[in-house]
């Protein structure tokens, strides 16, 4: 299960990023395993329809109706811990993440 929290203040990559994890709402909860993170922007878009009616998502608080879809600057947090923001391309570990 991969976690999903979108910036409060979101920059989309053009300001310096929110601290985290102070500046983050968990939003979702993806049902994908750590190695296919990458779908994790895929599902939680909306392309086809909102990614809260997605199967392998689960919404979470205020997420459940509404929220946008994940962008630059959104982090994930993998089962192992490893927490990932989302850049122009891809995903960056996030390096000031504090340990568990």
């Known amino acids: 299960m991969i976690q999903v929290h979108h910036a409060d203040e979101p920059t989309f990559g053009f300001n310096p990023q929110p601290v985290w994890p102070e500046g983050y709402s968990h939003v979702a909860d993806v049902d994908v395993a750590d190695e ?4 994790v922007f895929r599902l ?3 392309i086809e329809r909102s990614w ?4 392998a998502v ?3 608080g205020e997420a459940v109706e509404g929220a946008r879809s994940t962008s630059v ?5 993998l ?5 990932l923001r989302c850049a122009r391309v891809g ?3 996030v390096s000031d993440a504090p340990t568990a």
């Open 44 to 46: 939680t878009n909306h």
């Open 58 to 60: 689960t919404p979470v």
């Open 91 to 93: 995903w960056k570990e």
């Open 36 to 39: 296919h993170y990458a779908d």
């Open 52 to 55: 809260q009616e997605n199967a």
């Open 73 to 77: 600057g959104d982090i994930i947090v």
């Open 79 to 83: 089962a192992d811990g490893k927490v």
